[in-house]
Nanobody, 129 residues
Framework: QLQLVESGGGLVQPGGSLRLSCAAS????????IAWFRQAPGKEREAVSC????????NYADSVKGRFAISRDNAKNTVYLQMNSLKPEDTAVYYC??????????????????????WGHGTQVTVSS
């Protein structure tokens, strides 16, 4: 059974840091592009970051550039999202997702949720003092 499980969320003060993890089971991430999305209450799901495997292309939403970093450890079949300098507007449920690399164009990861086939159930991140 293909599964993605997120962990690492929690309550943090503004300016603090968290590292989210997403562990895959039932399939290997070596041939998948991965991404992080988030959804705040009353708002649509938005892309945060993505990373391919074959070309290691990376992309970030403008709102998190310079603060967040996506990484992957294929040996551990896990992806990470390091979040620094957190702001209250980063509060949301964070989801990881995976899509087969065969659908990428020139190996570039995509930031569109509709392209991703596998999703985790999400982990809550709350930034508040």
């Amino acid at each position: 059974q293909l599964q993605l499980v997120e962990s690492g969320g929690g309550l943090v003060q503004p300016g603090g840091s968290l590292r989210l993890s997403c562990a895959a089971s039932g399939f290997t991430l070596d041939y998948y592009a991965i991404a992080w999305f988030r959804q705040a209450p009353g708002k649509e799901r938005e892309a945060v970051s993505c990373r391919s495997s074959s070309t290691d292309s990376v992309n970030y939403a403008d709102s998190v550039k310079g603060r967040f970093a996506i990484s992957r450890d294929n040996a551990k079949n896990t992806v990470y999202l390091q979040m620094n300098s957190l702001k209250p507007e980063d509060t949301a449920v964070y989801y990881c997702a995976a899509m087969s690399e065969e659908y990428l164009i020139q190996g570039r990861c995509v930031m569109a949720a509709r392209e991703y086939d596998y999703w985790g159930h999400g982990t809550q991140v709350t930034v508040s003092s």
